[in-house]
């Protein structure tokens, strides 16, 4: 039997079509005129290219260093994530079992965290890492950008945490199992899917941050790729069909990301709001 829709679970599927439609619209159009001339985008801006320029891209990469930029960003990127996800995972651990007087004091803590905007911070941090002499330097960004990532990392590792059964530790415990143990054996792989969806924040976050990546470093070699694209806009013109494709090239990573693990994305801010 086909089973009929209510009408208001109609008008839901008829609203996130809407917006689903203006998300991906934009996104199109953006590939569209990566692939055109500039007189074409000037002339039929919202029409399909007549050749496809398939050129673009391949200036886009080379005259605007993006190779460097995509290596210095995923260097940045792999190492916040991983040390993201480590100092995060076991800061979430110690607040979600282990029991301590400081505990809700220091999850406090980290809440707070998510709060501080980046604008707050942004001329202390680059004063501090002028005499440190850690600007122009990829630590320089390695170091703020764990620190800001730390705050949601803990928040929804926390709550997976919470969620599991405490007779898995205490029985762990009773067969000598040490505190490391139950957290690198029994917790991580219990709370993977939680790694996930801190991992991918984590990573498409930092893979798209600018205003730290142009404040603290300065040299070209050592610019990551948000800061690269705006090398593409100049003071008098702009190649418009280059920095689109530019994007295009810069963005891929995040949608290809995204695309491949949607489910366990969703599957885990779910179960990071239902657990604890």
């Not at 934009?26 to 398939?54: D, G, R």
């Not at 190492?79 to 996800?85: E, F, G, P, V």
């Not at 898995?168 to 792989?189: K, N």
């Amino acid at each position: 039997m086909v089973k009929r829709l209510k009408f208001s679970n109609i008008i839901i599927y008829l609203l996130l079509s809407v917006f689903a439609l203006l998300y991906v619209l934009p996104f199109l159009w953006m590939v569209s005129v990566s692939f055109k001339t500039n007189a074409e985008v000037f002339v039929n801006p919202f029409q399909l290219p007549k050749v496809f320029q398939w050129n673009n891209y391949y200036v886009a990469w080379n005259s605007g260093n993006l190779g460097v930029a995509t290596l210095n960003s995923l260097i940045v990127c792999v190492i916040t994530l991983i040390a993201s996800m480590l100092i995060g995972s076991m800061a979430a651990f110690a607040i979600a079992r282990m029991r301590w007087k400081l505990s809700r004091p220091a999850m406090t803590y980290f809440l707070i965290g998510m709060m501080i905007p980046v604008h707050c911070v942004l001329i202390p941090l680059f004063i501090q890492f002028s005499k440190l002499n850690l600007t122009n330097q990829l630590l320089g960004l390695i170091l703020p950008y764990i620190t800001f990532s730390l705050p949601m990392t803990i928040f929804i590792m926390t709550n997976f945490f919470k969620g599991m059964a405490s007779e898995l530790f205490e029985a762990a415990c009773i067969d000598g199992c040490s505190i490391y143990r139950c957290f690198f054996h029994i917790a991580l792989p219990l709370a993977k899917t939680g790694l996930f969806v801190t991992g991918l924040m984590t990573f498409v976050n930092n893979w798209n941050e600018l205003l730290m990546a142009m404040v603290f470093i300065s040299d070209v070699q050592k610019k990551t790729l948000p800061v690269t694209l705006t090398y593409f806009v100049g003071p008098y013109a702009t190649n418009y069909v280059q920095m689109f494709a530019a994007i295009v090239i810069a963005i891929a990573p995040s949608i290809l990301i995204y695309c491949c693990f949607s489910n366990q994305i969703v599957d885990g801010l779910t179960q990071g709001a239902i657990k604890g």
